[in-house]
């Protein structure tokens, strides 16, 4: 039997730019495990879609189907969205097995990465770490599980990189949001602030970020404000989808389930607890990126004030 056909579960964007970089780092894995079939699908927006790819994986003659999700932290999405659709895609073809790995989580592969990201923003004649304040930007979830993860990374870098103050903030659903935040930040004193996108690719927050950062610039001149660069496909990053990818055979769930707010009774989503693994993303799944749009496809779909329906999952 020949190994598992890897697929990396993208979350998808409208951004054709963001899709892009998916579709990049997906070719880099596929170098780096010449011997398998390695495919990709999003859960929305792009395609192809998860689903799609499952059924040419089928077609293609794979034998068992190895997936991973291409997010961070397991919030809704890799809880709930992308299991939903691998297991209606078990259920229908009960001879081809298909696992499931867990998020790329807070990893010492990622803090380095994140870490070289930080440094780069250095510039000459800015202030040391030790006079500088550290802003970690995440992507906010409705899963306070998920957005404590990010405090984490910001907590590690801090001390790990020698910064005077680190805080943490989001792109959306949660807070602090960005702009009050830099607004706050900059009444601490320090002469230099790097802000960090905790991202794993671009799209219209990791740019609502650096206009963010910009816009505190002008309103703040006498502070060197310096945008680092979000992770996208710095090798680390590989190295930890590869990591994903090696453990699957072991079985072995490692992700956190004692702070999941569908297992455990979590202060503020109570409701939450023992809902259904369903998807939420049928009706954006496969609809095309905004170039589709633009060539004369028209789909409504209403964005909440994030730009992303109201919710930052995975």
């Not at 990396?8 to 990049?24: K, M, P, T, Y």
């Not at 304040?133 to 906010?140: E, K, N």
Request: hydrophobic share 45%; proline share 6%; with cysteine.
């Amino acid at each position: 039997m020949s190994d598992p056909a890897v697929l990396l579960c993208g979350h998808g964007s409208r951004d054709d730019a963001a899709v892009a970089e998916f579709e990049h780092l997906a070719r880099v894995v596929a170098a780096r495990l010449p011997k398998r079939r390695v495919r990709h699908g999003f859960l929305e927006f792009a395609r192809p879609t998860i689903r799609s790819t499952l059924a040419a994986l089928r077609e293609d003659g794979a034998q068992a189907i190895d997936a991973v999700p291409g997010m961070l932290f397991a919030a809704g999405h890799a809880k709930n969205d992308i299991p939903s659709v691998l297991n209606d895609f078990a259920a229908a073809n009960p001879d081809l097995p298909v696992r499931y790995g867990r998020d790329l989580a807070v990893d010492p592969l990622l803090l380095r990465a994140a870490a070289a990201r930080i440094e780069a923003a250095q510039q000459p004649g800015d202030a040391p770490p030790a006079d500088s304040l550290l802003v970690v930007v995440g992507r906010g979830t409705s899963d306070p599980d998920a957005n404590s993860n990010v405090t984490k990374v910001a907590r590690m870098l801090w001390e790990g990189l020698g910064f005077g103050w680190a805080e943490t903030c989001y792109s959306g659903v949660t807070t602090p949001l960005v702009a009050p935040a830099l607004e706050r930040i900059a009444g601490f004193g320090f002469r230099r602030v790097v802000v960090f996108p905790y991202f794993l690719f671009t799209g219209v927050l990791v740019r609502r970020i650096y206009d963010a950062v910009d816009a505190a610039a002008r309103a703040h001149p006498a502070i060197a404000f310096r945008k680092a660069a979000y992770l996208n496909d710095h090798p680390l990053v590989v190295d930890a989808f590869l990591a994903r990818i090696a453990e699957i055979p072991q079985g072995e769930n490692r992700m956190n389930c004692r702070l999941c707010k569908y297992r455990e009774q979590i202060i503020g989503h109570e409701a939450d607890l023992g809902a259904p693994q369903v998807g939420h993303h049928h009706h954006v799944e496969g609809i095309g990126t905004d170039a589709d749009h633009a060539h004369g496809h028209h789909h409504h779909h209403h964005h909440g004030p994030d730009g992303h329906g109201g919710h930052h999952d995975g």
